[in-house]
């Protein structure tokens, strides 16, 4: 059910209350003016939570870059978060985890025609990207994780919240996983319950909906995540799930927030499922490295190890693996899938933005069929998106 990942740590609800001040303080900063939030000349779309840990925000990203890609051109701008390097960072197509972080340098690979940019000050990261010379300047840009980064306005803010998690059964950190308080969802115009079951009956959404309590303004959308293919973190062939022999034992590896509903969604493909969990962008040591080859020498045949697009692509510059480990290395791509037939919706809201604020003649005169190019089925100063006013 909903929330039952949620833990409360009760005796430290104390310090939530002082952070909790700390943040009040931040956020009437910004809302009086004193701090100010910068307005760009480009489509700007952020993606974000206001809580500490996964909630899918990369899988959503990278299903706007293919809403988006083949209608204008796209620019990811992110933090680069446990990236080596410092600055502005445009990833080229030898950028790793090392140079740009594991999110964009997944991104990257799996989107070369995209630019992707790392930069900690995204006022900064942006006006980079507008200054990259005629024929490269983006058409809109994705702001990844920047709900909080209130330095910047954008023109539509979507807020994603994990279903297992729901904000409104959550604290303030450090008691609970809270960024900031329950009342910064309302500057989302577009809330997305995501990690949904599938079989989520309609009574559920509609407890949620009301329990969300958003406003008029604001539109409440449901995802859940569907897997494509493995595929070799070190060459071969790619291989549908469905063709793990039942009786395999699987390592599942993993350096993210919130495993938990991975090795859900595994089970009913192979019930020998043995979890190695690091800690989110876990950055892997030699010991690491020894305790994963130990771990999957000592499961019985057949083996296989699972482990995720972002994990991967810290794993691939990781010497120390052995053949056998590299051999049988799968990395689990995630895709996320719209429910309650709200896709369509999804799209022609994303799309009408970005065109009605482009500067690109060709999007703004293109009548598309909103759907992106993946088979996902899925100018002036650009104004905040119009749900406020309606």
Known sequence: MEGDFIKINKWLLPLSW??????????????????????????????????VGGTGKTPHVEYLISLLRGKCRVAVL??????????????????????????????????????????????????????????????????????????????????????????????????????????????????????????????????????????????????????????????????????????????????????KQMMIDLAPHCPNITPMTFGDHHDFSRDDIARINSEFEALPEPRLIVTTEKDAARLHGIDGLADNTRRAMYALPV???????????????IIGYVRKNSRNSILAKAKDDHKPDNGNNIGNRPRTISFRNN
């Open 18 to 51: 002082l952070y909790g001040a700390g943040v009040r303080v931040r956020n009437a900063l910004f809302d009086l003016g004193v701090l100010k939030s910068e307005s760009f000349s480009v489509p700007v779309i952020s993606v974000g939570n206001i809580t």
């Open 335 to 349: 895709r996320i899938r719209f429910m309650l037939d709200q896709e369509e919706k999804f799209n022609e809201n």
């Open 78 to 259: 992110s933090r680069g978060y446990k990236r080596k390097s410092r600055g502005f960072v445009i990833a080229d197509n030898k950028a790793t985890a090392r140079t740009v972080g594991d999110e964009p340098c997944q991104m990257k690979r799996k989107f070369p025609d995209v630019t992707v940019a790392v930069d900690k000050d995204r006022r900064d990261g942006i006006r980079r990207l507008m200054a990259t010379g005629r024929g490269k300047c983006p058409d809109v840009v994705l702001l990844d994780d920047a709900f909080q980064h209130r330095y910047v306005k954008p023109g539509i803010n979507i807020l994603l919240v994990d279903y297992h998690r729901l904000i409104i059964y959550d604290k303030l950190l450090p008691a609970g996983r809270l960024r900031e308080q329950l009342s910064g969802k309302n500057r989302a115009d577009i809330v997305i319950v995501t990690k949904c079951p599938a079989d989520l009956k309609p009574m559920e959404f509609r407890v949620i909906t009301k329990a969300m309590n958003l406003f008029p303004y604001q539109q409440l959308f449901f995802t859940r995540l569907d897997y494509e293919p493995l595929r070799p973190v070190f060459g071969g062939k790619p291989r549908e799930l469905s063709t793990i022999p039942h009786d395999s034992h699987i390592l599942l590896l993993t350096g993210i927030a919130s495993p």
